[in-house]
């Protein structure tokens, strides 16, 4: 009797380490699953500071008066805009790290982020044409 109990608590312990490892594993992946759904591997990297940046900063940090420096930097924000969004505008996916929210909604306060900018530069009566340095571009209005 003494090694029927035996083997029945080795097969009772190889189950309840089975289930174990079965739970660890379905676990596991609904959460890498979840990562896949909320634009895992989607990011890209950000841009190394190039040229372009290294003029805004000249730009900003010079004597030049302050209107020439808001427009230098309402364009160089604006670009941007254009370069990373999505087609239709209605996202923007900048470089970099990613919340834990989506990509989509990612994209959505990108957009949020920015539309400020540009409601306040047509409120202001300046001219909406924006254009990249690919030759794109958008008329905000």
Same mark, same amino acid.
């Given at each position: 009797?003494?090694?029927?109990?035996?083997?029945?608590?080795?097969?009772?312990?190889?189950?309840?380490?089975?289930?174990?490892?079965?739970?660890?594993?379905?676990?596991?992946?609904?959460?890498?699953?979840?990562?896949?759904?909320?634009?895992?591997?989607?990011?890209?990297?950000?841009?190394?500071?190039?040229?372009?940046?290294?003029?805004v900063r000249q730009?900003?940090?010079?004597?030049?008066?302050?209107?020439?420096?808001? /427009?230098?930097?309402?364009?160089?924000?604006?670009? &941007?805009? =254009?370069?990373?969004? %999505?087609? +239709?505008?209605?996202? @923007?996916?900048?470089?970099?790290?990613?919340?834990?929210?989506?990509y989509a909604m990612?994209?959505?306060?990108?957009?949020?982020?920015?539309?400020?900018?540009? /409601?306040?530069?047509?409120?202001?009566?300046?001219? &909406?044409? =924006?254009?990249?340095? %690919?030759? +794109?571009?958008?008329? @905000?209005?």
């Amino acid at each position: 009797m003494p090694g029927s109990v035996r083997g029945l608590s080795f097969r009772l312990l190889g189950c309840l380490a089975l289930a174990a490892v079965g739970a660890v594993v379905i676990l596991g992946a609904s959460k890498l699953k979840l990562r896949a759904a909320r634009g895992w591997g989607q990011y890209e990297e950000p841009a190394p500071v190039g040229p372009e940046e290294m003029r805004v900063r000249q730009l900003v940090l010079g004597t030049q008066p302050i209107e020439t420096r808001f /427009a230098g930097l309402f364009e160089y924000f604006a670009n &941007g805009f =254009v370069r990373h969004a %999505a087609r +239709g505008y209605s996202r @923007v996916q900048y470089g970099g790290l990613g919340s834990l929210n989506s990509y989509a909604m990612d994209g959505l306060e990108g957009f949020a982020r920015t539309a400020p900018l540009l /409601a306040a530069w047509i409120y202001s009566g300046r001219d &909406g044409d =924006v254009a990249d340095n %690919a030759g +794109g571009g958008i008329d @905000v209005e």
